[in-house]
């Protein structure tokens, strides 16, 4: 676990709020942390695949694709294998 401390400026009436409602707590600010990381990602996912499909690639065949997975696993298993 890591340690951080952190200094907000708010408005008091907003610090107010946030303290009313329990939100300025270590638990609560850890769970609005990880909820921002998460959809964070997920943006960050849907603009990758917008990008991806606006790149007009030509498909992939069902034998690509599965020569694409047969070479992932065979990396997989032989960084497991180290």
Do not use: C, H, W
């Amino acid at each position: 676990m890591t340690t951080v401390q952190v200094t907000l400026n708010l408005p008091d009436s907003l610090a107010k709020a946030a303290a009313g409602a329990g939100l300025l707590k270590p638990d609560a600010l850890e769970k609005l942390l990880s909820e921002a990381v998460r959809r964070k990602g997920i943006d960050e996912f849907f603009a990758a695949a917008d990008s991806l499909a606006g790149a007009n690639y030509p498909p992939l065949s069902l034998e690509a694709i599965q020569e694409e997975v047969k070479a992932v696993r065979s990396a997989r298993r032989q960084s497991a294998d180290k």
